[in-house]
């Protein structure tokens, strides 16, 4: 009897199991920004912040409490193409895709092929179809309607970013998991027929894919993280040729109307710098556009033209939660918002 | 609810027919060099460590007050223990008398050291009582000495252990170990298989709804087997010699990662182990000199890596040799001096860029004292330490290292409860392994050792009398690791590399209780409890967002309350566990929090001796309750299982 009811006690103990529902809230979505936080590789904990912009509130799990589960592991890209957004969910394998008024989702699409994934990394968008990078060495074609993959474009290996400019789509194949012998090419692919047209060498271990105001397209070129050093070159879209390549550092580009905000995280010194790019001269304006002293690690930079404000990515030290940082468009400081872990992409709501 | 009944009914079946025999509360088999200090360490010995079938040492040491666990889940999956929070690479594993040594990651896998052969664990965390254990371990911030049976004499002639265990998840078992023993000569030959298909189910929470699954890629099985000759000469000297040979094949399941199918890595490892020791007791002088060789092999796979090959290798192969002499000298009656040498040369080739090549210099050298007073022992230790190291790319500038050690013991007073106290500062550090030096572009070159102090008080309390025998230990202690040596990505997400940054200040209590209580001839009961305490605070900058906030995965509460009753030799035992919530990253935020969680395990056991067999049966629920938990998170540990365990000796 004495053990019954000690085995009666234990269930009692534990009869109380987490259980507590959260309620889910939506929001109205209007004047605010969206954050995509990519959390950290294998934690699950990618996420969207949603920042209200009328009261200043900022909800850190946006798509949890939209949704009633997670986003998923390790959120690379988020972009906007008509009522619908895309979110690029790399090590859950998935593009996820939400409804640009409520959050909600309206399909998860697995990136697998049979078991193993396809490691999705950015996407971009023309007419009825969106093109992803997978880290398999391939761009899939989803279809926007369907929202099917509909076709899979063999490009070089591990493509990163990609950009459309005058009917075809620039392709980065990084080659970063031949570490250290990386690629240094560019696939240029017809849209017409999604045929690779050809294949461009712009240095070791391109990335980051950006198309200016005139249709040019640039790229960064990593490096190697050591003596090579990373940066900027610009493809002519037309005749599909590296025009120049800069000679200063650069891990990312934000179009700002006819300039690009250059930004560069120093790892070794752990320092940031703001360069302005005037697109249309094509050179440098401004090496040091925004003071970076209040920021930490410089985890990417977003304009919005709407509001004509710029916002910083602070990752803190990518294990803290970050922080998003509004600038005027001359680069003053303005005020910070306590996002998730380490945010970095936008998308601005009016 | 029905389970639960099913369970009760079983168990007090068992109860009741209980064989009939001597009165027996614990199995105290201590040994020589336990004797000293039974109760003032912790330790479980053989009847316990049957009673609990934990699987591997590292699910023992969960019943350690002051233990925190990391575990990766799964049969002979990685399992680390942290003492005190100072981290896993601050304590020695000793076995049978050495020190095991891994320079390639800086930690032992306790998943891997088998439970079946063991006679005793000891957690030690102030001053070694035996002066003869490897000096690396006298110096390091704490020691978990492990004592097998296969090496130690013993009166009979012939002794037979052998093991059959069955379990949930494809889980197989089986040990069978012979020893040849006289009064001045023991000769032992082992060997062991288990094998898991690892398959169970899982879920957890995932927002408001829940995700379950499979854990997949989770199959495991090892061999291994061994020698061990033991004889004393003539002239009084111990001679020991053994060899060990392991072959470990374990898929490698990861974390389980949302929506997606994650673990396509395996393992493949292969260890030799032949070590020697001399031991002698003169007059005044009490000697061991030892040397040990292993050689251990490791290719690791990863068929989901999308580099151009589409498949991912990586060979390491450490070859390491130790060798060391200690000595303790009476110098008086009641002072004694110790110390000893010890050297550890060890090379690591490898298909990994950066870290292909490394090889590691270690000496060691301890100069001490122990002063018997009649109502305190001091003692006092200085260790040196000088390190030199290479790998491709360069030669490490040598480290040179002095630490001290000192602690006070009062003599135990009091005559119906026996009262001790006890005082001890400890400095210490470890040395980056070769993975944070040198590994690919993780790896940073310039890293420096880790340090460690710590300051500890415990009161130890026993009474004894025929019906009841109850120890209570308690500690509170003060410890800071400066130099933390951590992970911070340094080029991107995906490229992180380790760096001296941080510094952690230690505020732990500890308490334990053991408390053992004869009812009548045929009944017996005995409660063990214990609670740890650890406020572990980072402290490395004032201004950062997790200043003060308790560090990754070290709960601040834990504990275990374990009750065994006894009818002559049939008995059950409830184990319990219970860990608060931990946060997976440094900022104590909700979106870090991994909930706690509280683990029940129930057995029923009997033992059935004929002469001079013992026959025990023992069948285990583990997690009682199907909590689903995870140490580590997203590294989702089975929900209830079940093992049926058969344990055969000849004396």
């Not at chain 1, 294949?199 to 005139?214: F, H, L, M, T």
């Not at chain 2, 189910?201 to 033991?230: C, H, I, K, W």
Request: proline share 2%; with cysteine.
């Amino acid at each position: 009897m004495r053990l019954s009811s000690l085995f009666v006690l234990s269930l009692l103990l534990f009869a109380c199991d987490k259980d507590d529902d959260q309620p889910i809230v939506t929001t109205a979505m209007d004047n605010g920004i969206l954050v995509l936080c990519e959390g950290l590789f294998q934690q699950n904990n990618s996420s969207l912040s949603w920042i209200d912009l009328s009261d200043e509130t900022v909800n850190t799990d946006f798509f949890t409490s939209q949704n009633g589960r997670f986003l998923g592991d390790t959120g690379n890209d988020l972009k906007q193409y008509g009522s619908k957004i895309y979110i690029i969910v790399n090590n859950s394998n998935t593009v996820e895709v939400i409804n640009k008024k409520d959050g909600k989702s309206i399909k998860q699409i697995p990136m697998t092929n049979g078991s193993s994934g396809k490691q999705p990394r950015t996407i971009a968008f023309y007419n009825d179809k969106a093109f992803v990078t997978c880290y398999d060495g391939f761009v899939d074609v989803i279809d926007t309607t369907s929202l099917t993959v509909s076709q899979r474009i063999p490009v070089g290996s591990n493509p990163e970013g990609l950009a459309v400019s005058n009917g075809k789509l620039f392709v980065s194949n990084s080659g970063g998991l031949n570490y250290p012998t990386v690629d240094s090419t560019v696939s240029i692919i017809d849209l017409a027929n999604y045929t690779e047209l050809d294949r461009i060498v712009v240095g070791k271990n391109p990335g980051a894919v950006q198309v200016d105001s005139e249709g040019d397209v640039y790229v960064i070129a990593r490096g190697n993280y050591g003596s090579i050093p990373s940066r900027m070159v610009r493809i002519n879209a037309q005749t599909n040729l590296v025009e120049q390549t800069y000679s200063f550092d650069a891990s990312g580009m934000a179009l700002m109307n006819d300039y690009f905000l250059i930004s560069f995280y120093n790892y070794s010194t752990q320092t940031s710098e703001i360069r302005l790019f005037n697109t249309l001269s094509e050179s440098i304006e401004n090496n040091n556009f925004i003071s970076t002293s209040g920021l930490t690690t410089l985890y990417g930079i977003q304009y919005n033209p709407a509001t004509d404000k710029i916002y910083c990515l602070d990752a803190m030290n990518y294990t803290n939660s970050g922080y998003v940082r509004q600038y005027t468009s001359a680069g003053v400081y303005e005020k910070s918002y306590h996002v998730g872990l380490n945010p970095s992409k936008l998308i601005f709501y009016e | 609810m029905k389970f639960t009944l099913i369970l009760l009914a079983l168990m007090l079946s068992f109860l009741s027919f209980a064989q009939l025999t001597e009165r027996e509360l614990q199995e105290v088999r201590v040994r020589d060099s336990l004797r000293n200090n039974a109760e003032k360490v912790q330790a479980l010995r053989r009847s316990a460590i049957l009673e609990l079938q934990g699987e591997d040492v590292g699910q023992l040491m969960q019943k350690f007050a002051g233990v925190a666990i990391r575990s990766y889940g799964g049969l002979g999956g990685l399992k680390t223990i942290s003492v005190r929070s100072l981290g896993s690479n601050h304590s020695s594993i000793v076995v049978d008398g050495f020190t095991l040594v891994n320079n390639q990651t800086g930690q032992i896998n306790l998943g891997q050291l088998q439970t079946e052969s063991l006679e005793s664990i000891q957690l030690i965390t102030g001053g070694q009582k035996n002066y003869l254990v490897p000096i690396s371990a006298q110096v390091s911030g704490s020691s978990l000495l492990i004592e097998t049976f296969e090496a130690s004499f013993s009166e009979h002639k012939h002794q037979v252990r052998f093991s059959s265990k069955a379990g949930s998840f494809g889980q197989y078992d089986n040990y069978l170990s012979y020893k040849f023993g006289r009064e001045r000569l023991y000769c032992s030959v082992f060997g062991k298989y288990r094998i898991a298909n690892g398959t169970y189910p899982y879920s957890f929470r995932n927002g408001t709804s829940v995700y379950s699954g499979e854990r997949l890629n989770n199959f495991y099985q090892d061999a291994m087997g061994g020698a061990n000759l033991g004889f004393k000469t003539k002239k009084g000297g111990l001679v020991q010699l053994a060899y060990r040979k392991e072959f470990v094949d374990q898929e490698l399941p990861g974390a389980v990662i949302l929506y997606s199918q994650n673990g396509f890595q395996t393992l493949q490892t292969i260890n030799d182990r032949v070590q020697l020791s001399y031991l002698k007791h003169l007059k005044r002088w009490s000697l061991r000199a030892f040397s040990a060789y292993s050689a251990m092999s490791m290719v690791y796979t990863d068929s989901s890596y999308l580099n151009s090959a589409g498949f991912l290798q990586s060979d390491y192969s450490n070859s390491i040799g130790q060798l060391g002499l200690n000595a303790r000298f009476r110098l008086k009656e009641r002072l004694y001096l110790f110390g000893g040498i010890e050297e550890q040369l060890s090379m690591l080739v490898s298909t990994v860029a950066g870290i292909d090549y490394a090889k590691r210099a270690h000496s060691f050298g301890v100069l001490g004292f122990s002063y018997y007073h009649p109502i305190f022992t001091l003692t006092g230790q200085f260790s040196g330490q000088i390190v030199v190291e290479e790998n491709a790319n360069q030669t490490r500038i040598p480290l040179y290292k002095m630490n001290p050690f000192i602690q006070v013991e009062s003599k135990e007073i009091g005559q119906k409860v026996k009262g001790q106290l006890n005082l001890f500062y400890r400095n210490s550090f470890r040395m980056p392994s070769f993975s944070e030096l040198y590994y690919n572009s993780i790896g940073n070159a310039d890293l420096k050792p880790e340090k460690a102090d710590q300051i500890s008080l415990g009161k130890t309390l026993t009474v004894r009398n025929p019906k009841t025998q109850f120890v209570n230990r308690a500690s509170v202690y003060y410890n800071q690791v400066r130099d933390k040596i951590v992970a911070i990505p340094t080029k991107n997400l995906f490229v992180w590399s380790m760096q001296n940054v941080g510094k952690v200040a230690i505020v732990g209590f500890e308490e334990s209780a053991e408390w053992c209580y004869y009812l009548s001839q045929n009944w017996s009961t005995c409660l063990v409890l214990n609670y740890t305490f650890q406020k572990v605070s980072d402290i490395t900058d004032r201004h950062a967002p997790t200043f003060q906030h308790q560090i990754a995965y070290i709960p601040k509460h834990s504990g275990n309350a374990d009750l065994t009753i006894k009818r002559k030799n049939t008995g059950l035992r409830i184990s319990n566990f219970a860990s608060s919530l931990r946060y997976s990253l440094n900022e104590n935020i909700p979106a870090n929090q991994v909930d706690g969680y509280w683990l029940t395990d129930a057995a029923v056991f009997t033992k059935l001796p004929i002469r001079n067999h013992d026959i025990r049966l023992q069948f285990t629920v583990k997690n009682c309750l199907n909590t689903s938990y995870a140490i580590v998170r997203y590294y989702v540990m089975p929900g209830r299982s079940f093992l049926i365990s058969l344990n055969y000796a000849l004396k």
